[in-house]
């Protein structure tokens, strides 16, 4: 079943990403721990500014994006609200175990502790919309917005929904930072574009999907599947083909994860496609659990407007902007695939 | 009293993240529930852990609390009933 996304939006380090066309250079924050920090809306302007004292940056970004993107979609109400997280409000958990350890466990204030859960944001949303339908969230670490989507497009087959309203969302803090770096898991130099190593990142990004075409629609999702890494990179992408009648010479570009943990397995991917455009994104977005939301919404709007912007090619081949395959590395043993076309 | 209502305030202000408001826009005497500062239920529990926090008292019961949490001088006069 082909999912049609009538909606998007995403909250991103990566400047003017509303322009396509040109999106310039990301600066990085922190000139020891380097990282990348979202460009973050003005929240007053979104979000009832009565509300809005108590939220995290996460729950802001993420209900930002939600209701941002139901404003594109001209959706009011979805008919359900899935989320997915690879570490959730952690923010709020950090300051809730902070404040345990400095207040001897006691007069704790309810505020982190209510918001450290996973699923504040969905339900917060929710609540904002007075919507009753479908609500879940999804704090599957690498690979929680493949599964978010998938929900969705069960949901959507089986019980015959219209809009749903699938995002997701991962902030970054200082704490989280230092630990990340400690662990040897982030580069240690100042390059953004060597493709070698990753740097942290955060974003939200959400997507209004549903089952019927229409001209105003983004992008069609064709397929998507999460596979085990076991299966040699030529069996996966034969097999992902093979089940979408469709050949390596016709994809015309491919968007892949490079500037993660996960590089070198990347060239046994882009070897297989010699005559397709060579895409990434992770350069623009940073490196976090929930990263190919924001890989899809860079996706549909390159195809939306027919136009990749310089900065995302790795390498030009292919003048064709009518499919593109997402290949994104989510976990040491799971890769996320996405055809998506216009 | 004067100082302790306005020190009050600022506590409030600064717990409850109260953007834009400023000490001398709290009334007083107002109700801090539904009218006044609008504050709901989460908000009294940020309240009750600030008077035990910063003031060292703790409010026993829900009911002592209703009237106690009413507004910026019913909170004052109990901290200078049970001051030790």
């Known amino acids: ?342 | 009293m004067d100082e302790l209502i306005n020190n009050l305030k600022i506590e409030i202000i600064e717990a409850l993240n109260l953007e834009d408001v400023k000490a001398e826009d709290i009334d007083t005497e107002a109700p801090l529930f539904n009218e006044g500062l609008g504050l709901d239920s989460i908000d009294a529990l940020e309240l009750i852990v600030l008077i035990e926090k910063k003031h060292g008292i703790k409010i026993q019961s829900a009911d002592e609390g209703k009237q106690i949490l009413y507004s910026v001088k019913t909170i004052a006069e109990f901290i200078i009933k049970n001051k030790k």
């Open chain 1, 1 to 342: 079943m082909e999912l049609y996304i009538k909606g998007i939006n995403s909250i991103s380090p990566s400047e003017n990403f509303d322009n396509i066309s040109h999106i310039p250079e990301i600066k990085l924050v922190d000139e020891i721990y380097k990282h990348y920090v979202c460009i973050e809306p003005i929240y007053k302007e979104i979000i009832n500014p009565l509300l809005l004292r108590r939220m995290s940056r996460a729950m802001k970004m993420g209900i930002a994006s939600a209701l941002l993107c139901l404003k594109d979609a001209k959706i009011e109400m979805p008919d359900a609200i899935i989320t997915a997280t690879g570490l959730g409000c952690i923010e709020d958990s950090d300051k809730f175990l902070t404040l345990l350890i400095e207040n001897e466990e006691k007069m704790l204030n309810p505020t982190p502790f209510i918001q450290s859960t996973h699923n504040t944001i969905s339900s917060q949303i929710a609540l904002l919309l007075k919507c009753h339908g479908y609500n879940s969230t999804y704090a599957g670490r690498g690979a929680c917005f493949e599964t978010a989507l998938l929900d969705a497009k069960m949901l959507i087959s089986d019980d015959d929904l219209q809009n749903v309203l699938v995002g997701a969302y991962d902030e970054l803090i200082a704490n989280q930072i230092r630990i990340l770096y400690r662990l040897g898991l982030f580069k240690n130099n100042n390059k953004i574009n060597d493709n070698q190593g990753n740097l942290p990142g955060e974003g939200a990004s959400f997507f209004v999907v549903s089952p019927n075409p229409s001209e105003t629609n983004y992008a069609k999702i064709s397929d998507f599947e999460i596979v085990n890494n076991l299966i040699s990179a030529k069996k996966i992408i034969s097999d992902f083909l093979v089940k979408n009648s469709i050949t390596i010479g016709n994809i015309n570009s491919i968007m892949v994860g490079i500037n993660s943990c996960f590089d070198t397995h990347y060239t046994e991917y882009t070897d297989l496609f010699p005559n397709s455009n060579i895409l990434w994104f992770k350069h623009l977005c940073g490196e976090y659990m929930t990263s190919s939301a924001f890989a899809l919404c860079l996706a549909v709007k390159c195809l939306k407007n027919y136009s990749i912007p310089e900065i995302a090619f790795i390498r030009k081949n292919n003048n064709k902007n009518n499919n593109i395959l997402i290949i994104n590395k989510v976990t040491n043993e799971q890769t996320a695939l996405f055809l998506l076309s216009n």
